[in-house]
């Protein structure tokens, strides 16, 4: 099989997931990427994304970390109008989670989402002026430079066809337009420490498993220019440290995180033994915990944290043949 990044055509396995198997991660020889094998289609993928994945009213998190929420989206619409100052935004793959969709409108956007599922969140918003397309990304139907921003946060390593997505995110924007993507960093040290056992890996949801360096050879062959990155986030990395190195231990895999969710949004029932494996979890998190804020601020001096937020300008010059 020929990489869908590159179209290299050799490749070599970089582990298998114990917990999950016949699930590998695969790594091309050519571009770099990793891959995740076998890659599911729409319809078994849908299995993995239950109800519970999102929560009820699109909150997943018990009542203080929603609140932590609330404020990382309002940072991070900030942080999109510091180089974009205003126009019409795309967010693809946005959720039921709302507070970003809003922060932006609330900042002087024209918010425009796209969504597999339609929430009940939506219809209230669009009495606002919100506009939502409730279907694939690729599906979507926006004509030619619609749009000053699209943002894929988290979205892009879930999409099967990454190359089409981008192109068709670059079709959308005006030239200049900004497209934002935020991902997991597969260079970063936690991933390299923890392989199979990184929180950020999600199998089988992430397809591709990216590094810097694979997503920006991939923007600029396909007609944009990367003009700032961020090396670390404070509302996924340090957490990301901590579940991470609690699954290298062998305990259950994501137990804090299932912790952390409501009632609504849990993975998976607590058993007897899972309740004795929470006992322990908590017992060791002052000193996980200490451990994982270190890691986070080295992650930080070395520039090379859990996960990356790449912003870029279309270019007038099409994409690279
Ligand atoms: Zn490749």
Redesign the pocket.
């Known amino acids: 099989m020929s990489?869908a990044?590159?179209g290299?055509s050799e490749s070599g396995t970089l582990f298998d997931i114990p917990y999950l198997r016949p699930f590998r991660v695969d790594r091309?020889s050519?571009?770099g990427?990793a891959v995740t094998v076998p890659a599911l289609d729409v319809k078994e993928i849908s299995r993995y994304y239950p109800s519970t994945y999102y929560g009820k009213g699109g909150r997943k998190f018990i009542r203080l970390i929603e609140s932590l929420v609330h404020l990382s989206r309002l940072r991070r619409a900030q942080r999109i109008q510091r180089y974009a100052p205003q126009g019409r935004i795309l967010d693809v793959g946005c959720g039921g989670r709302t507070y970003f969709l809003e922060s932006l409108h609330d900042l002087g956007w024209e918010v425009y989402g796209n969504e597999l599922t339609d929430f009940p969140e939506f219809k209230e918003l669009e009495g606002r002026g919100f506009r939502f397309q409730i279907r694939d990304f690729l599906a979507c139907e926006y004509p030619e430079k619609t749009f000053d921003a699209v943002v894929f946060w988290h979205v892009l390593e879930h999409l099967p066809r990454t190359v089409e997505a981008v192109r068709k995110a670059r079709g959308m924007l005006r030239t200049g337009g900004m497209l934002v993507l935020a991902l997991p960093n597969r260079s970063s040290l936690q991933a390299l420490w923890a392989g199979p056992h990184w929180f950020h890996l999600d199998i089988p949801r992430h397809y591709y498993h990216f590094t810097l360096e694979t997503m920006k050879d991939l923007l600029i062959r396909q007609g944009f220019e990367i003009f700032y990155v961020s090396h670390f986030s404070f509302e996924q990395d340090l957490f990301a440290w901590i579940q991470s190195i609690y699954n290298k231990m062998g305990i259950r895999h994501n137990l804090l995180y299932n912790l952390l969710r409501n009632r609504h949004a849990r993975i998976y029932a607590m058993s007897p033994a899972l309740i004795l494996q929470s006992l322990i979890v908590l017992s060791l998190l002052p000193a996980v915990g200490l451990a994982s804020v270190i890691l986070f601020f080295v992650d930080i001096v070395r520039r090379r944290g859990g996960s990356m937020e790449i912003y870029a300008r279309k270019t007038a010059h099409g994409p690279n043949p």
């Open positions: 990489c990044i590159c290299g091309c050519t571009c990427v």
